[in-house]
């Protein structure tokens, strides 16, 4: 194998009968004043002596490593392929290449169980890379904390809350707006006894669902039960208050619902209908479940948009992206 030195800027400068400072400002298309004929000499000689810019001595003359950080405060890769996470890291990775930035994805930082921790070592991990976004349903709020106080560029995916109510820069799904909607679908279509069910009452995602469901449903009910509960006995509830349809906080709790109906030879939505407050876009591929989506993959473009703006010395934001609508075939009209 023939190894062979790296081209240097005044390589192509001495080639191309230029000054070294004219190829960097002409490599960094920053050459506003150089004439087009000479820009042309350049980048032509550039790819002639095959040139690739030194990303070390890019960082330090930038102060930027083209790298963005991918937190997971809990796995998000299954043994199955697509899964909850899937779109929103194809929206990451889609909108990084075309910015022109590198991924890393932060795996090892864990503490002494499940949840991963940015500081696990003292340090913040994260400074690695120019600016990160976060995701998972069990962060630690004092991380979080930290992260403002120390003015580091992130973006969480899904709302999240400081002490005393801020909001931390995040790209989150229309929760309260798709429930209103679909809240409104289902009292036209004569269900007057409904329930949410769903998992953790203090997560932001399940307040915005619950605003948007009772403010269409003022008499709702909601039952917060882990998913091992929903089981027959559970159904045998539901029907016993003449529960005629179930709003839940996702595809897994709807399948699970659907199972435990099937055990007692019902059907849904023939015998209860089941509308989902969120089906992530790899869940459902045959369109069965009623409700609506989830925009995933749109919402990890505009995560990586909010951070390129963010290292420009835009200030941080917080972004709702509209949940497009499902039909689906789980609901249907109330009997009379």
């Not at 230029?18 to 490599?27: D, E, F, G, H, K």
């Not at 997971?72 to 990451?92: C, D, K, Q």
């Not at 890379?129 to 630690?140: F, P, Q, S, T």
């Amino acid at each position: 194998m023939r190894i062979t030195s790296r081209v240097s800027q005044a390589d192509i400068a001495k080639r191309a009968g230029v000054t070294q400072a004219a190829v960097s400002l002409i490599l960094r298309d920053k050459a506003t004043s150089i004439p087009e004929e000479t820009r042309r000499r350049v980048l032509d000689v550039a790819r002639e002596l095959g040139y690739r810019a030194d990303p070390l001595a890019r960082r330090l003359a930038t102060g930027r490593s083209q790298l963005l950080g991918v937190f997971t405060y809990e796995r998000v890769f299954t043994t199955r392929h697509g899964g909850w996470y899937h779109p929103f890291l194809l929206g990451i990775e889609e909108a990084a290449e075309r910015a022109g930035q590198d991924l890393l994805l932060f795996t090892s930082a864990a503490t002494s169980g499940p949840i991963r921790s940015i500081y696990a070592d003292g340090e913040n991990k994260l400074r690695l890379v120019d600016a990160a976004i976060l995701l998972g349903r069990d962060e630690i709020p004092a991380e979080l904390e930290q992260l403002v106080a120390e003015d580091y560029p992130f973006v969480f995916i899904g709302k999240r809350f400081l002490r005393g109510g801020r909001e931390v820069p995040n790209v989150a799904p229309g929760y309260a707006a798709a429930s209103y909607v679909l809240g409104g679908r289902l009292i036209l279509l004569g269900h007057r006894r409904i329930t949410y069910v769903g998992s953790n009452p203090d997560l932001p995602a399940t307040g915005d669902r619950l605003h948007g469901l009772r403010t269409a449903i003022p008499e709702i009910t909601a039952e917060i039960v882990p998913l091992d509960r929903i089981t027959p006995s559970f159904v045998d509830d539901l029907l016993e208050r003449q529960v005629s349809a179930v709003v839940v906080e996702g595809a897994t709790y709807a399948e699970a619902l659907r199972a435990a109906a099937g055990k007692r030879g019902l059907r849904v939505p023939e015998d209860l209908s089941v509308a989902v407050a969120g089906v992530a876009e790899d869940e459902d591929t045959v369109g069965f479940w009623s409700g609506f989506d989830i925009p995933g993959r749109r919402i990890g473009e505009v995560a990586v948009q909010r951070l390129m703006e963010r290292l420009d010395g835009g200030p941080a934001t917080t972004d709702t992206i509209d949940c497009a609508e499902r039909q689906g075939k789980s609901v249907m009209e109330a009997r009379p």
